[in-house]
């Protein structure tokens, strides 16, 4: 992990969106590389005495479930592990190998929320609820992956209340009251049960001034949920934003996709391709950076107004520093 955050530093600001897609990809493999190793040893605990070629083989072959399991917990891990299926095979230049092919996941059922009034209580062994606020492209996905990773275990990252402002305004209008927060942990809190933090992303848009959002900050200022404030320099939001306007209005993000997922390097070409030759309108360039200086400031100020305890964070602190202070500022 210290590796990770400060042994490198990330090229300009115009290509950080790329880096960290770069990053997450080889971090990826590397981890399904880590838990193909982890469930061969398990099977055979002499494979490391073995000779390379032959370990290969083993963590090729693929896991078979033993149906007369008498742990329920044991099948369904062994069945988790069946799902992602990885070919590896040998660089003829070098001793490194390399993920080929990858089952494609599962698509995932939007969960229901059953609501339990206990199951935000403090707990000494539970996940903690975490939320994190931070702006549209401002790094806030790689910001919560990198969080998961760093406390060992990922969980969902989805953009819970909203995408943009008009889905934002649309969830508080359906929502009343605080439920939409209490609902949304407790469900994360069990489905998670052996995560450090589980929570989700709220992008602060104008509809986070809406009756049933404040109400969710006051529920959070209550229970203690630990909220994470990112911010990232007002220009390098506009170039990021003015970057995704030209790829839909071109290209559509049906086919530019405003994230790339691990080894979609169609999608990362198309980043690079429209990372070039940004311009921003000098004619309204310093009155958007002044309103988005002073939308972040209301929103502090709003959270401060309801006594929501937060950490605030640079992204360019984050990703830019020689050190990781920032990220030790999110776990104290």
């Known amino acids: 992990a210290y590796f990770f955050l400060v042994g490198h530093k990330l090229p300009t600001p115009s290509a950080i969106e790329l880096e960290l897609a770069r990053r997450r990809h080889h971090a990826a493999k590397s981890a399904r590389k880590y838990k193909e190793l982890k469930r061969a040893i398990h099977e055979d605990k002499d ?30 891990s062994a069945e988790e592990v069946a799902e992602v299926t990885v070919q590896l095979e040998d660089d003829e230049s070098s001793s490194e ?14 969960p229901v929320y059953v609501f339990d009034e206990n199951c935000m209580e403090p707990t000494s062994d539970g996940p903690l609820p975490v939320v994190l606020i931070s702006l549209g492209r401002s790094g806030g996905a790689a910001i919560w992956q990198i969080m998961g990773n760093l406390t060992g275990e990922e969980t969902i990252n989805d953009e819970y209340t909203g995408k943009d402002t008009k889905t934002s305004l649309k969830f508080f209008r359906e929502h009343e009251g605080y439920e939409w927060v209490s609902k949304r942990l407790c469900n994360d809190q069990k489905n998670h049960p052996t995560a450090a933090f589980v929570g989700f992303k709220i992008k602060p848009n ?47 993000l049906h086919n530019g996709k405003a994230h790339c997922g691990q080894g ?23 009155g958007n950076l002044r309103h988005l200086r002073e939308h972040q400031d209301t929103v502090d100020n709003l959270l401060a107004e309801y006594n929501v305890p937060f950490v605030k964070i640079s992204y360019d602190k984050l990703f830019k520093s020689d050190n990781a202070e920032e990220w030790m500022r999110i776990f104290r």
């Not at 032959?54 to 007369?68: G, S």
């Not at 959002?213 to 170039?239: F, H, P, Q, T, W």
């Open 264 to 286: 979609d390097l169609e999608c990362e070409e198309l980043h690079r391709k429209y990372a070039q030759g940004i311009e921003l309108d000098p004619e309204t360039l310093l």
């Open 97 to 110: 190998e390399k993920i080929v092919a990858r089952a494609a996941p599962k698509k995932k059922e939007k």
């Open 206 to 252: 104008r509809a986070i001034f809406k009756p049933s959002a404040k109400e969710g900050l006051k529920y959070m200022a209550k229970k203690g949920v630990k909220v994470v404030r990112s911010s990232r320099n007002e220009l390098d939001v506009l170039i990021s934003r003015q970057k995704h306007e030209n790829m839909e209005k071109l290209i559509g």
């Open 47 to 76: 494979i490391i005495k073995r000779p390379i070629h032959e370990m290969k083989e083993a963590i090729k072959r693929p896991t078979v479930v033993d149906e007369k399991a008498s742990s329920t917990e044991d099948k369904q």
